[in-house]
């Protein structure tokens, strides 16, 4: 009686077992009966095969099943790319943002250029006649009497000073023999003379963040208010500091024109090469970091001051060169195929870096015209009547391009380059000069339409009507809110909303709360900093790459 109960529990246990087995693996049974058991209970598929294909598929099979079925399923399957449209699309997107980078990037490039050429054009023309007029009301006070608190206006004090500056710094020059250096620098092997170039590089950037500080902080001292408590060093020592920097930075400029034109006069063009293949090695310190919009937009400018100053380099390299062969064409021919490959290679980088840092921070290509309508508040903004500012000190702000130093740099060249002798040279030097100035005026009326275009399209206008922002303080809050003050009841604060227009131009609303929902917010919103939009972006770094 125990054995056949036993022997029921173990049938029981095995039919159990083999039950399972076949519920996972319903299709061994068809390799041996050619019909597929527990068809009723078999587990649900992605739906590729069914029973008929089955039955089918076996009666089709060879010898060896497996191997068969393995390559006719790689032969045979299929995928549907629609199950993840969204991937794909995002894909399609970024291959038409690296195309769309190009024409944009450049269309940013074009716009600041004539920006810069603005600005630095401005040196020669409008500058020397602001001097005048300055001097000449200086000179009339006695006759036309005084009136007033000032005996001049800020802005023509801060047109003086950069004469003065100027007239220092280029008779200070002339005691720096350009030639010696030129033979100074051919003597050094190619190595050094590569390192040498990206060290002045590196200089050359650091010079341009602190020199406009130097300068403004100079025509600050000179424009203060009398009746404000001064703490400064003085106007003198602040105009010797700029006059300093301004020497030195034309000195440095100078060395790279020489080391430029070293290359460019080089038999193998081995050093030209090097210094070409060293634009390709900024992608690699560039394209793998993180960037957001406000860095991009740094970098931006950083890439528009370089490739103007690489222009005005280029032509000094090109006025030299000519001098040494007596001003024969036929060298010029020889000089622009080595020109037009440094313009080239500088414009190929620029485009490769920025397609890809906005792939890999998933930036859209319409952020350049941001970028752009951002440059064209600024110049809008400094022919306002409340301007606070010069628009040449704004793009040295803005991009770090100070003009005052390659502008002693490029007299320096072109009058030890050009012999002015009788009054008919002197004739076509003034009409070279009504020239510059015509161009001068024309370049600034079209940027001045176009900056209105893009200003409008952006819907900035409002801001061009508000007073300039003052940066935060890093006061704590509980030193902050006594300056300003209890009030009553009833007082209100004003909260600035950020609308979806734009990520980078906010647009300001105030509105009013009262005294009891003031009280009821979190503290920690009071003490959180506003993030800053573009316009607010005004230090030029040293990788166009700031850390908020």
């Not at 070279?432 to 339409?449: D, Q, R």
């Not at 006594?482 to 734009?502: D, K, Q, V």
Request: charged share 25%.
């Amino acid at each position: 009686m125990a054995d056949a109960t036993g022997a029921d529990l173990s049938g029981e246990k095995e039919a159990e077992i083999e039950l399972k087995r076949r519920q996972k693996r319903p299709w061994e049974s068809l390799h041996r009966t050619g019909k597929v058991s527990l068809a009723a209970e078999l587990p649900e598929t992605l739906g590729f095969y069914d029973i008929s294909a089955a039955r089918k598929e076996h009666r089709d099979l060879s010898a060896d099943p497996s191997v068969t079925r393995f390559v006719c399923a790689e032969l045979t399957r299929g995928y549907f790319l629609e199950h993840n449209e969204a991937k794909y699309t995002e894909r399609r997107e970024r291959v038409y943002t690296c195309m769309r980078i190009p024409k944009e990037l450049e269309k940013l490039m074009i716009f600041g250029f004539f920006l810069c050429a603005d600005a630095f054009l401005y040196v020669f023309t409008l500058l020397p006649l602001r001097v005048l007029l300055a001097l000449l009301r200086v000179l009339t006070l006695p006759c036309c009497g005084f009136s007033g608190s000032r005996l001049l206006q800020p802005a023509q004090v801060c047109d003086i000073l950069k004469g003065l500056i100027l007239l220092l710094c280029f008779s200070m020059t002339h005691y720096v023999d350009y030639s010696m250096m030129y033979h100074l620098i051919r003597g050094q092997s190619v190595i050094k003379l590569y390192i040498i170039y990206n060290m002045l590089e590196v200089a050359d950037r650091l010079f341009s963040s602190f020199g406009q500080d130097i300068l403004d902080a100079l025509y600050w001292t000179a424009t203060e208010p009398k009746e404000r408590k001064r703490d400064s060093i003085g106007v003198i020592p602040h105009f010797f500091m700029a006059v300093f920097y301004v020497f030195l930075h034309s000195i440095l400029i100078m060395v790279q024109a020489s080391t430029l034109n070293v290359a460019f006069n080089s038999h193998n063009k081995s050093l030209l090469t090097i210094m070409m293949s060293n634009n390709f090695v900024e992608i690699k310190g560039s394209v793998f970091k993180k960037f957001e919009k406000n860095n991009l937009f740094q970098m931006s400018n950083s890439d528009i001051k370089e490739r103007f100053t690489s222009y005005v380099l280029l032509l000094i390299v090109c006025l030299r060169n000519m001098e040494q062969f007596s001003w024969n064409t036929d060298h010029l021919l020889v000089l622009l195929p080595d020109v037009f490959m440094v313009v080239t290679s500088e414009v190929a980088v620029d485009i490769i870096k920025h397609a890809f840092i906005t792939k890999f921070n998933d930036i859209p290509a319409d952020v350049y015209s941001e970028y752009r309508a951002s440059l064209a508040f600024d110049l809008v903004s400094s022919r306002q009547k409340n301007a606070y500012t010069d628009y040449s000190d704004s793009v040295a702000r803005r991009m770090g391009f100070i003009p005052l130093p390659l502008a002693v740099l490029l007299i320096r060249v072109v009058l030890s380059s050009v012999k002015v002798q009788g009054a008919l040279s002197y004739m076509c030097l003034f009409l070279f000069y009504l020239g510059l100035v015509t161009l001068k005026v024309l370049n600034s009326i079209v940027l001045l339409g176009k900056s209105c275009v893009y200003v409008k399209r952006a819907n900035m206008e409002d801001k061009l009507f508000e007073k300039p922002s003052t940066p935060f303080s890093n006061k704590s809050p509980s030193k902050a809110e006594p300056a300003r003050g209890p009030t009553a009841a009833g007082r209100t604060r004003s909260i600035t909303h950020t609308y979806p227009l734009t990520d980078l131009f906010p647009l300001p609303l105030m509105e009013t709360l009262p005294a009891e929902e003031e009280a009821q917010e979190d503290p920690e919103i009071k003490q959180r900093t506003p993030k800053k939009d573009l316009l607010e972006i005004d230090r030029f770094t040293i990788c166009g790459n700031r850390i908020d």
